[in-house]
C-alpha cells in the first residue's frame, strides 16, 4: 500500500520495495542512480557490475517497475553520468587531481577489453545506452537535459577536454501529462541546459543540489502530489518535495544514508509549520532512528531487505 511508504524514507532495495507500490500511484520520479563504476556506497546492487552492458541491463529492471507505478499524468527525470573504460572511478587521476573515491575500485573486478567497444579511454554512452533502452520499453523521451557545472569533480586527462556536464532525461509514459512551462520560465528552466554547480552533502559526494531539483519539482507537479526517489541518497529529493508542500516516498539501501535523510528532514521540518502534513515528522529524531533501525530488521513489514552492514574484504 502506498500509505505505508508515504513521507517515509524506507531502508531496502528499492527494486523490490517498489512492488509493494499500486500502479498508477506516483506523480513525478527524480532520481540518479549510482553511476557505473564510480563509486562504492557499500551494499549497492547497481553500479559495481563487471560489464557495462549489465549494468543498462540492470538499471532497466528499476526503470521498468517504474513504469508501472508513475501515472499516466506523470514524469520522470533521470540523472545519469557516463564514465571511460578501465578508469576503475578515475583512479587513473593523480595528485591534486585525484578523487576521494579512487580506493574503492581497487579491488573492483572489471571484464577485459574486447578492442570494439570495450576499449581503454572509450566513453561508453551510458546514459544514451540506458534512455534508448528505456524508448524500448515504452517510455516517451521528452527532454535530454544538459546539466552544466561550474565546478565538476574534478576529471583531468592530458589529450582529452574536461568533462563539465551530466544528463538529466526527462521520460513520460503518455502524450498527455503534466507541465507548467510558466513556472519552468520563472525558474529558468525552460531551455534543455541547466547550469547549476554541485553541493555535496555530508559523506555523500554525489547529492542533488536543491536548486537543481526543485525547478523540476515546481514544474512537473503540484501541491499534495506524491514524489518518488528509489534511489533517495542523503534525501535531497524528498527535501525538496517536503520544502514545496509535496508528498514525498524514498527508498535507499544504505542505512547510512537514510539516517541522513532522517536528520535532514527533521532539521527541515522544525522550520515548517504544517503539521498535518508531515504526520511521520512530529517525533523525536531518536524515535525515528530507532524506528527506522525496526524497519530494517523487520522482515515482516519489508520482505527480502539487504542487509546494510559490510566490510571492505566484501568490496
Known amino acids: ?84 573504460f578501465g578508469t576503475k572511478g578515475f583512479i587513473r587521476n593523480k595528485g591534486r587531481y585525484a578523487r576521494k573515491t579512487d580506493k574503492h575500485y581497487k579491488e573492483h573486478k572489471i571484464v577485459k577489453p574486447d578492442g570494439v567497444y570495450l576499449q581503454y579511454k572509450q566513453l ?6 540506458v534512455a534508448i533502452g528505456m524508448q524500448e520499453q515504452g517510455w516517451i523521451l521528452r527532454n535530454k537535459i544538459i546539466w552544466e ?25 503518455s502524450k498527455k501529462y503534466f507541465f507548467d512551462l510558466e513556472i519552468a520560465k520563472e525558474n529558468g528552466h525552460h531551455r534543455d ?30 501541491e499534495n502530489d506524491v514524489i518518488f526517489d528509489p534511489f533517495s541518497g542523503s534525501g535531497t529529493t524528498s527535501l525538496v518535495a517536503l520544502k514545496n508542500k509535496r508528498n514525498y516516498i524514498g527508498f535507499e539501501i544504505n542505512k547510512e544514508y537514510c539516517e541522513y535523510s532522517i536528520k ?16 511521520k515528522l512530529h517525533l523525536s529524531e531518536e524515535h525515528l532512528i530507532e524506528r527506522l533501525d525496526t524497519i530494517i530488521t523487520n522482515q515482516t513489514y519489508i520482505p527480502n531487505l539487504f542487509e546494510t552492514s559490510y566490510t571492505n574484504d566484501s568490496l
Open 149 to 173: 557545472k561550474p565546478n565538476p569533480v574534478p576529471s583531468y586527462s592530458p589529450d582529452r577536454r574536461y568533462p563539465v556536464y551530466e544528463h538529466i532525461f526527462h521520460f513520460v509514459k
Open 264 to 279: 535532514r528532514l527533521l532539521k527541515a521540518s522544525e522550520n515548517l509549520e504544517r503539521e498535518s502534513f508531515l504526520p
Open 193 to 222: 541546459v541547466i547550469r547549476c554547480g554541485i553541493e555535496p552533502f555530508g559523506e555523500h559526494q554525489a547529492t542533488f543540489p536543491e536548486k537543481l531539483i526543485e525547478p523540476l519539482i515546481l514544474a512537473t507537479s503540484k
Open 124 to 129: 561508453l554512452m551510458m546514459p544514451e545506452r
Open 1 to 84: 500500500m502506498l500509505e505505508n511508504y508515504l513521507n517515509k524514507i524506507t531502508c531496502g532495495d528499492s527494486l523490490l520495495l517498489m512492488k509493494e507500490l499500486p500502479e498508477n500511484a506516483i506523480d513525478l520520479v527524480v532520481t540518479s542512480p549510482p553511476y557505473f563504476n564510480c563509486r562504492s556506497y557499500g551494499n549497492e546492487t547497481v553500479g559495481r557490475e563487471e560489464h557495462p552492458l549489465e549494468y543498462v541491463a540492470n538499471l532497466l529492471e528499476y526503470t521498468f517497475e517504474i513504469k508501472r507505478i508513475l501515472k499516466k499524468t506523470g514524469s520522470f527525470y533521470l540523472n545519469i553520468g557516463d564514465v571511460y
